[in-house]
T-cell receptor
C-alpha cells in the first residue's frame, strides 16, 4: 500500500527551541493533514492543507503542502512542555473522498523544561 | 469534542477467544473507521464503513470483521484473537458534508492478547 515516510522518528529538545518535521511520499496526495496525539488519547487534527504550495499557520504551528504534492512539513516555534506528544502526518488521495487517510509512522516529541 | 465513545477501553484476553470492540457516535456521521496503532507502524486502517451495512477492507483487515447495523454503532470483531492483535485500537468518524478529510478519533481501546 501507499507509504508516507515521516521523519524524524523522535526528537528530544529544550523548551523554547523550534521543531521541524516532514513527510514524503512517492505518490501524490490532494490533501495533507497533521495530527497530534497526547499520551493515552486519540489523535487530534492540528492543520489541514488542501492546495499545493499552501502555507498555513495555527498559532505557533506552521505547515506547508509541498509544490510537488508529494511532501509536507510541520514547524513548531518556541516549543513548550505541552507540545510533548506524537505528531502524525496523513495524506488523502482524493479531495472528494472521506476515507482512507494514509498515516505516517509518527514523530515522538519530547520537550525538556 | 466529537461524540465518540469506545468500549471497552481496556481488555485482556487469551489467544483463541473472540473479542468485540464497540464504537458509538452521536454525530450521525456517515463514515466510520477502525485503526490499530502499533509502535513503529503508526496508524493503520483495518476496516471502514460508508453507511449502514456498507463496509470495506483497509490495509490490515486479515483476522478482523466489522458490522454496522445502525448509523451510530460500528463493531470490530476478532473471531479468534492472536497475540499479534495486541494493540491499541482507535475508532474514527468523518463528516461527509464538510469533505475536509478530517477524522475525529475516539480515545482508544487497549487490547492485550496473552
Amino acid at each position: 500500500g501507499q507509504q508516507l515516510n515521516q521523519s524524524p522518528q523522535s526528537m528530544f529538545i529544550q523548551e523554547g527551541e523550534d521543531v521541524s518535521m516532514n513527510c514524503t511520499s512517492s505518490s501524490i496526495f490532494n490533501t495533507w493533514l497533521w495530527y497530534k496525539q497526547d499520551p493515552g488519547e486519540g489523535p487530534v487534527l492540528l492543520i489541514a492543507l488542501y492546495k499545493a504550495g499552501e502555507l498555513t499557520s495555527n498559532g505557533r504551528l506552521t505547515a506547508q503542502f509541498g509544490i510537488t504534492r508529494k511532501d509536507s512539513f510541520l514547524n513548531i516555534s518556541a516549543s513548550i512542555p505541552s507540545d510533548v506528544g506524537i505528531y502524525f502526518c496523513a495524506g488523502q488521495r482524493s479531495g472528494g473522498s472521506n476515507y482512507k487517510l494514509t498515516f505516517g509512522k509518527g514523530t515522538l516529541l519530547t520537550v525538556n523544561p | 469534542d466529537a461524540g465518540i465513545t469506545q468500549s471497552p477501553r481496556h481488555k485482556v484476553t487469551e489467544t483463541g477467544t473472540p473479542v468485540t470492540l464497540r464504537c458509538h457516535q452521536t454525530e450521525n456521521h456517515r463514515y466510520m473507521y477502525w485503526y490499530r496503532q502499533d509502535p513503529g507502524h503508526g496508524l493503520r486502517l483495518i476496516h471502514y464503513s460508508y453507511g449502514v451495512k456498507d463496509t470495506d477492507k483497509g490495509e490490515v483487515s486479515d483476522g478482523y470483521s466489522v458490522s454496522r447495523s445502525k448509523t451510530e454503532d460500528f463493531l470490530l470483531t476478532l473471531e479468534s484473537a492472536t497475540s499479534s492483535q495486541t494493540s491499541v485500537y482507535f475508532c474514527a468518524i468523518s463528516d461527509e458534508r464538510r469533505n475536509t478529510g478530517e477524522l475525529f478519533f475516539g480515545e482508544g481501546s487497549r487490547l492485550t492478547v496473552l
